[in-house]
């Protein structure tokens, strides 16, 4: 790919999540603008990046930045698909930088407001992720912002699949474009990410889940994905009866802590996130009526988690996209990892739509049974079961209310105390207790009894996540890919 763009192609490039299609395309907007600045001094935007949500502007404005660490001066970029107000990032625009990072939506109000002006010095223009852009409803602003483009530039469409969506921006923005399809499955195979799901009904959800965290059975950070934003608290609820701490990620939170939450789940800070993939999940019509704050979020679309060992469907996806980019999260570059279904009888038409689109030439299932002696575990039932009378809908509301207070709190009244304390922000952790008046100290601990449930019960091991310098070679390794 970057060969071809460095050319002046416009290029169409399909590759499965977690292959390096950011680098793809980066390091050659990078070079043309180091390029064009040895002739041409002046100060203009030469590059526009669009993005269908918040959090992979900000990852996008990262990565960026990290590849211009030794030209910083010469190629700036600058992140504006934040909530801040127009006013306030007029400022940022009105120096020009390089490279500008936004949705479609934001990106047309700057240029309707006249802070952003591309119509004379756009070179490149980036769709990031292009198969989402259309699904969150950005089609409008996409069309009305090409009106405010030069007739030629180059363009780059990023995509994990080639939908019908990804085909219409293909005739509306590309000309005579290289078609890059990246061979191979659209998951790893079986040597770096296993597959396994076990069928379960929702208490047998819950008590799996609990074991498993529990008893440590899964190794490294773990990710969980729930149907809705109810399920996301119940089941953060739930695991605090246990001293089992996690964070919600969802589109209700403010775009601050969404990010914040990100960036410590990569440093560390936390080993569990429970997480929705409301635009998969969500009724096609209710869909329609979200706000434009619901249709920019997509936890399991793009937003890069570092060194993620495990992904836990606890609802199990509606379609098979959103399982391959579920299940995505992990086992990127040479990382292993493992992916985890919860099966329910209602949720079995959609597993055999997954393994029928999965199947290998084989004709093997992708997708392992996974055998749990549930037998074993039959002793913590009570438990669980105890833990669930006390996470009721009251619970749930009041979680959910006390949690999106607590974010704005921090998110707003403290976004310039920490921007001048960076050190302070470490302190401010996502996964404290929401509901402590209904946690039980004695399920916290294991009794006795109990204990030699661990040494019967299946256990899967990973290994060791990478080191910082493992990361670098990681990166280094996806631009030498591409």
């Not at 002046?42 to 669009?50: H, K, Y």
Request: net charge negative; hydrophobic share 40%.
């Amino acid at each position: 790919a970057i060969p071809l763009a460095l050319e002046g192609k416009d290029l169409l490039a399909r590759a499965r999540t977690g292959s390096g299609k950011t680098a793809a395309y980066a390091v050659p907007v990078i070079q043309r603008i180091l390029t064009s600045k040895q002739s041409v001094r002046e100060q203009d935007v030469r590059a526009l990046i669009l993005v269908p949500s918040k959090e992979l502007g900000q990852q996008v404005q990262t990565m960026i930045r990290q590849l211009t660490f030794f030209c910083s001066r010469d190629v700036r970029v600058t992140d504006i698909s934040g909530k801040a107000d127009l006013s306030a990032q007029r400022p940022i625009l009105m120096e020009k930088p390089d490279v500008v990072v936004g949705t479609p939506s934001r990106v047309l109000a700057h240029l309707n407001a006249q802070n952003l002006v591309l119509h004379s010095s756009l070179e490149m223009l980036v769709v990031d992720e292009a198969d989402l852009l259309f699904s969150f409803g950005f089609e409008a602003d996409l069309k009305n912002l090409l009106c405010h483009l030069p007739k030629i530039y180059q363009s780059f469409l990023m995509s994990a699949t080639l939908s019908e969506d990804v085909q219409a921006l293909k005739e509306l923005l590309l000309h005579n474009p290289v078609v890059l399809k990246l061979q191979g499955s659209q998951l790893p195979d079986s040597s770096q990410l296993q597959q396994y799901s076990i069928k379960c009904e929702e208490e047998d959800k819950f008590l799996l889940i609990y074991t498993l965290l529990k008893l440590q059975l899964l190794q490294g950070k773990t990710l969980v994905f729930v149907g809705a934003v109810d399920r996301c608290y119940r089941l953060k609820l739930f695991l605090e009866q246990f001293g089992i701490p996690a964070c919600v990620l969802n589109s209700e939170l403010p775009v601050q802590s969404r990010c914040h939450i990100i960036t410590q789940f990569n440093q560390g800070f936390y080993d569990y996130i429970i997480a929705t993939d409301e635009q998969s999940l969500a009724d096609p019509a209710a869909a329609a009526a979200q706000t434009t704050a619901g249709k920019e979020y997509g936890v399991s679309r793009g937003v890069d988690f570092q060194n993620v060992s495990n992904v836990i469907n606890f609802d199990f996806p509606a379609t098979v996209e959103s399982y391959i980019h579920r299940v995505g999260r992990t086992a990127r570059a040479d990382n292993p990892g493992t992916a985890l279904s919860f099966i329910s009888h209602t949720e079995l038409d959609l597993l055999s739509e997954v393994e029928e689109a999965l199947t290998g030439d084989n004709a093997e299932s992708v997708l392992k049974p996974y055998e749990f002696k549930m037998k074993e575990i039959e002793g913590f039932r009570y438990r669980c079961r105890d833990a669930m009378r006390s996470v009721t809908k009251q619970a749930v509301r009041e979680a959910r209310l006390k949690e999106i207070k607590q974010e704005l709190l921090n998110s707003e009244k403290l976004k310039t105390y920490f921007d001048d304390n960076p050190r302070d922000l470490q302190l401010l952790r996502h996964d404290k207790d929401l509901h402590p008046a209904v946690v039980k100290p004695h399920l916290k601990n294991i009794p006795e009894y109990l204990g030699e449930t661990q040494t019967h019960v299946a256990v899967m091991t990973r290994k060791p996540v990478c080191s910082h310098e493992e990361e670098a070679q990681d990166a280094l390794s996806e631009v030498r890919h591409w």
